[in-house]
């Protein structure tokens, strides 16, 4: 290899887009949509959203890309997850930069509506359980479990649970996007004292009515950030 | 572009090295090593310590090796930060996947001994305040300030200013850190009631005795993760 090739590898791109799924009656779940290869390696093989970074466009703008190519979602924003780079990851070497997005169900339903209805769809995607997947193609069971874990811990510090909220919600509708989140039962007095003294929530003046007493619904302090949107400056967003 | 080579863009690695440095009486500063560059492009200005990823060593391993070729340097482990990857950040396409860590200030000083005294180290690399580098080559300037900022961020729920302690260390020494990485004074007595209410500290039988009255000296509960090891695996791990 001469000195000018040092460092030529192939970058790839891929996202892990999840969403809060409730089917009736059940205990809702975190899903995500998977793509199946049609080529080789892994041909036939469930894989994550994503595809090869082209020369003229950043890694973000490429993410974005492919996965509006084979899903149709567009979420307002991707964060990025990791850089997975190990030797063996793929047959070939590939460096792959993931990201991620919290997407609520019903915008997942609009947008896949939408691309359905635009004629352009692939046939070859579904939603999946995050927690019951089959043997995907590369790394990307790996991938995928490191961003379930990245989205639990930072449930502990961070907005993390309202991706996966309309604007306005009730103290049961959060705690319930915990519990998702979390895999696990929270007690509702402890939950409702914990989110009152960390401050992040604004009760407004409307209330949810129907069949259990009328609940308030909160809406986030919009001064704390939502997640870590990495280094954005001019040059990071995306170009014309 | 044949379709084979789609996805070939040079991969390189960087990493931020950061300590935390006091002069003579003077307050402690975060400092962190930069390396003149001796080709184009940026030929003369600082960068910071990095090279090509090379087609048979992981990301992580070629952040490890370009660091102590260049610096002599070897944490004992590298976090990823980001990967940066703008399309117009270098005068070619190239994609960086920059790694960080923290060194106690006597480590960098013996392992700086030590390569010095083995005579295969250059001599231009110099240590730097972070707070006030000269304009440095690439998107470098914004990836140390990127660095810092999850530095500052993460101190607000990790252990990370830790970092900058030996394994046994005083409340003041630990305030100090944080000051350092903070930017601002923080109340001894606030900052005491806060520590011990977090639980992550354990308190040793021994004290730090010298010109003030004796103080006591503190571990950290290890139980408690010190970062986002990210996806550690066997495959992630370092190849024989």
Chains 1, 2 share one sequence.
Do not use: C
């Amino acid at each position: 290899m001469t000195r000018s090739e040092r460092g030529r590898i192939r970058v790839a791109v891929s996202t892990v887009i999840l969403t809060m799924r409730r089917d009736r009656g059940a205990t809702p779940r975190v899903a995500l949509p998977l793509v199946r290869r049609t080529r080789d390696p892994f041909r036939g093989d469930w894989a994550l959203p994503g595809g090869w970074l082209d020369e003229q466009e950043s890694l973000e703008e490429a993410a974005a890309r492919t996965l509006a190519e084979t899903t149709g979602l567009a979420p307002s924003y991707l964060e990025q997850l990791y850089a997975f780079g190990a030797v063996r990851r793929s047959p070939s070497r590939v460096v792959s930069v993931v990201y991620w997005a919290l997407l609520r169900a019903d915008e997942v339903d609009a947008q896949s509506a939408a691309f359905e209805a635009s004629g352009t769809a692939p046939d070859n995607v579904a939603w999946n359980d995050a927690e019951s997947l089959p043997t995907l193609a590369f790394d990307h069971n790996r991938i995928v479990e490191y961003a379930l874990w990245r989205l639990r811990n930072k449930a502990g510090y961070s907005r993390v649970a309202q991706g996966f909220l309309p604007p306005a919600f009730t103290l049961a509708d959060l705690r319930e996007a915990y519990e998702t989140i979390l895999g696990r039962r929270l007690d509702p007095a402890n939950f409702r004292r914990q989110v009152e003294a960390a401050g992040n929530l604004i009760p407004t003046d409307e209330f949810r009515t129907g069949s259990h007493r009328p609940a308030r619904l909160y809406r986030h302090n919009t001064d704390v950030a939502l997640a870590d949107r990495g280094p954005l400056s001019p040059e990071e967003t995306r170009t014309p």
